[in-house]
C-alpha cells in the first residue's frame, strides 16, 4: 500500500516482491498501523522514511512495524522459515538484504536503506508467532529505550506532553511516572478513564496548565500552532522542547519558536541516540536496555490496548484515512494480516 505527499491518500497495487542479488524474500504475517505510521509518512524527506522501500514517482511505500518469515532466503545465514519483527512497508511480501549479526539478530544491510538509523535496520529473530503488541510497540520501546534514561539521568522531575493521549504519550507517561517524573499531558479528547502518573488537559484548556520551573515539554503533536500557544502560556518555565513526533503536523517539521520567552527546541530521535548509546557503552548495554523496556511496555500494553484485527491490504486502505485525521481509537490497535 502507497501513499502520496497527502497521507490520507493511498492506493494499493498487485507487486509481488522480486529478490535482487544476495536478497531474500520475506512474507508479512501481521503488522501495527497507528498513528506513528502517520508521522512517518508526513516527515518522509526529514526523517528519510521516504526512501526506505522502492515506490513509483511521488509515492511512498508507508512504514510499519509487523512480523515476518523468509520464505526465500540466501545462505546459510538465514534460511527460509525464520521469523523476524521489524521494519516493513505496508505491503504481503518485501524482498531485503539481511545478514546475521553475533548477538542473534539480522540486519538490513541494502544501500537505499544505509541512511537510515541502526534501529530501523535491525530485525530481531523471534520463535513463533507474537500476539501482535510487543512489534505493535516498537516504536515506542525504541524511543523510550533512549528518552527515559536521558530524561532520568538529566534530573528531569516533570514533563510537559503533547498528543499525551496517543499511545506513545501515555506509554511515555507510565514508564516517566516509574521513574518519579511527575507527567502533565495535553490532548484533543480527555480519555473518561484517567491513566495514574498522568495528569490530562485538553488543547482548549491550555490557559488552566502551570508547570513548575524546569518543565520539558516532549512533543510529539508537532503542531506549530499548539508549540506557540505553549511557548505563549508556559514558556518561562519550559527548559527546553524535544520534538518528537508530527502526529498532528500537517506540513513539514516546524522550526524553532522564536520570541524571548522561546525555549529552544531539540530534535531528538531515537534511533542515532541508541547507535550513539552503543558506541558509548556497547551493544550489550543497549540490548539490556531495549530488554528492560521492552517488558514494562508489554505489560502496559496488555493492560491499557485493545487489538482490532484487520484481514487484507483493502481492510487497512479503509481505516488508514481514519487514523491520518486522528480518529483512531487510542486505546486501540489495528493489527493487519496482508
Not at 288 to 310: F, G, K, N
Request: hydrophobic fraction near 40%; glycine fraction near 12%.
Amino acid at each position: 500500500m502507497s501513499t502520496t505527499d497527502d497521507p490520507g491518500t493511498s492506493r494499493i497495487i498487485e507487486d509481488p516482491a522480486v529478490p535482487g542479488r544476495g536478497e531474500s524474500v520475506l512474507r508479512l504475517h501481521q503488522f501495527a498501523m497507528t498513528s506513528n505510521n502517520v508521522s512517518y509518512v508526513r516527515a518522509r524527506e526529514q526523517l528519510g522514511h521516504g526512501r526506505a522501500f522502492p515506490a513509483a514517482p511521488g509515492w511512498m511505500r508507508a512504514p510499519v512495524w509487523g512480523e515476518a518469515t523468509v520464505v526465500d532466503g540466501v545462505g546459510d545465514g538465514v534460511p527460509a522459515g525464520t521469523r523476524v519483527i521489524g521494519y516493513f512497508p505496508m505491503a504481503g511480501s518485501v524482498a531485503m538484504s539481511l545478514e546475521p549479526r553475533t548477538d542473534g539478530t539480522l540486519v538490513e544491510t541494502s544501500a537505499r536503506r544505509a541512511h537510515l538509523a541502526p534501529v530501523y535496520q535491525h530485525y530481531r529473530v523471534v520463535d513463533a508467532p507474537t500476539d501482535g503488541l510487543e512489534f505493535a510497540t516498537l516504536h515506542i520501546e525504541a524511543l523510550a529505550s533512549a528518552l527515559v534514561p536521558d530524561l532520568v539521568g538529566a534530573g528531569v522531575d516533570h514533563v510537559l506532553i503533547s498528543s499525551a493521549g496517543s499511545k506513545t504519550g501515555q506509554a511515555l507517561a507510565f514508564l516517566l511516572s516509574r521513574e518519579g517524573v511527575a507527567c502533565t499531558g495535553l490532548t484533543r479528547d480527555r480519555p473518561a478513564v484517567g491513566q495514574d502518573g498522568l495528569t490530562l488537559f485538553e488543547y482548549q484548556e491550555l490557559s488552566s496548565v502551570a508547570v513548575p520551573p524546569g518543565t520539558v515539554f516532549l512533543d510529539l503533536a508537532g503542531d506549530p500552532q499548539l508549540r506557540a500557544r505553549v511557548v505563549a502560556q508556559c514558556g518561562g518555565a519550559v527548559a527546553y522542547m524535544l520534538a518528537l513526533g508530527g502526529t498532528r503536523l500537517t506540513g513539514s517539521i516546524p522550526p524553532q519558536q522564536t520570541g524571548p520567552a522561546a525555549p529552544p527546541v531539540r530534535r531528538y530521535s531515537a534511533g542515532p541516540r541508541l547507535a550513539e548509546v552503543e558506541r558509548e557503552r556497547g551493544a550489550e548495554a543497549v540490548r539490556l536496555l531495549r530488554d528492560r523496556t521492552r517488558q514494562r511496555l508489554l505489560a502496559w500494553a496488555r493492560e491499557q490496548l485493545v487489538v482490532r484485527r484487520l484481514d487484507g491490504l483493502a481492510a487497512a486502505a479503509a481505516v488508514w484515512p481514519t487514523i491520518v485525521r486522528g480518529g483512531h481509537g487510542a486505546g486501540e490497535v489495528c493489527l493487519v494480516a496482508p
